[in-house]
């Protein structure tokens, strides 16, 4: 939907990827994991610990992460598309800025090369991201 919308309008779309993605979630639910090994207490060692935050592997984790994307996305002022919950569209008088989310990769393009550039200079600024330059394929 993106590309052919993006083609129609002859807008570039660009392409960024998020550094270690299921680090960046926020855990909603309670969950404990057992002491790793190596790094077990001697004097407690049947105590597990509470997590915080998301850790790679946890099933949460993919969740976690778009729930804080979205979140932030929407307080930036998109709005989530009805069909494709992945693509989030923001409006600005007659420009359109399109953002197609799929784990950890984000690819957006707009009528409006401004508003590209912001886009780009507040997702650097809230998460760790590398800019990829333009879509090739």
């Not at 926020?26 to 790094?39: A, H, L, S, T």
């Not at 930036?76 to 799929?102: A, M, P």
């Amino acid at each position: 939907m993106l590309l052919a919308f993006a083609s129609i309008k002859d807008f570039k779309l660009y392409e960024m990827d998020v550094k270690s993605v299921f680090l960046n979630g926020f855990i909603q639910e309670e969950v404990y994991v057992d002491q790793p090994p190596g790094f077990e207490n001697s004097e407690k060692p049947n105590h597990v610990f509470k997590l915080t935050n998301v850790l790679y592997g946890l099933k949460q984790a993919p969740r976690a992460w778009y729930e804080r994307l979205s979140k932030f996305l929407l307080e930036k002022g998109f709005s989530r598309g009805k069909f494709y919950t992945t693509l989030f569209i923001k409006r600005k008088l007659n420009d359109i800025l399109l953002v197609q989310i799929y784990v950890d990769d984000i690819i957006f393009g707009s009528t409006n090369d401004f508003l590209c550039k912001k886009f780009s200079q507040d997702m650097q600024n809230e998460f760790e991201m590398s800019m990829m330059g333009e879509l090739k394929c």
